[in-house]
């Protein structure tokens, strides 16, 4: 006959509970893990739409070099980006007309996808070079004193999501 010793009972419905909990945590790291990296996804993607949209932008800027102020002067007025007088698809355009279309393309693509984009002097040097800045989230593509800029005078504010491509 099988003898049961009283002070064991339950014993067996603890260790499961305590093997339940140390799971459960361990699920929960992997699920923390998890969520990281679908960020780290996001924002590599963001990463790689704001290169793609600032190459295209310089490589704009290279074909049509003597518009250099146009591009500035559209870009860093947020009522005229996405105005242009002529489709230059369609028409051979003035290099100014050009700059305008360019900056118009640049703008709906970059608001298409959640961005903006912004041409101005880059931040820390002395040569009067200039940068494009392009911009995602909470992020404005500017420089500033204020947060929420992608730099702050002469650094970058480090909680900013923003890519700045010096062009030359």
Not at 44 to 57: E, F, K
Not at 100 to 115: E, L, N, P, S, Y
Request: aromatic fraction near 8%; hydrophobic fraction near 40%; include cysteine.
């Amino acid at each position: 006959m099988l003898m049961i010793d009283k002070n064991q009972q339950g014993v067996g419905l603890v260790e499961v509970l305590v093997a339940l909990l140390i799971l459960a945590i361990g699920v929960m790291g992997f699920i923390a893990l998890q969520y990281r990296a679908i960020e780290a996804t996001a924002e590599s993607g963001a990463r790689i739409q704001a290169v793609n949209l600032a190459r295209d932008l310089a490589e704009r800027m290279r074909v049509n070099r003597g518009a250099e102020e146009v591009y500035a002067f559209q870009l860093n007025t947020a009522n005229t980006q996405r105005v242009f007088p002529i489709n230059c698809f369609n028409t051979n355009c003035s290099s100014t007309n050009l700059a305008d279309f360019d900056v118009a393309q640049i703008a709906t693509k970059a608001r298409t996808i959640g961005m903006t984009a912004n041409y101005l002097p880059c931040q820390g040097n002395e040569d009067n070079r200039r940068c494009i800045y392009v911009a995602w989230g909470d992020t404005a593509a500017t420089d500033g004193t204020d947060r929420g800029n992608c730099t702050t005078g002469t650094s970058y504010e480090p909680n900013s999501t923003c890519l700045i491509m010096e062009v030359y």
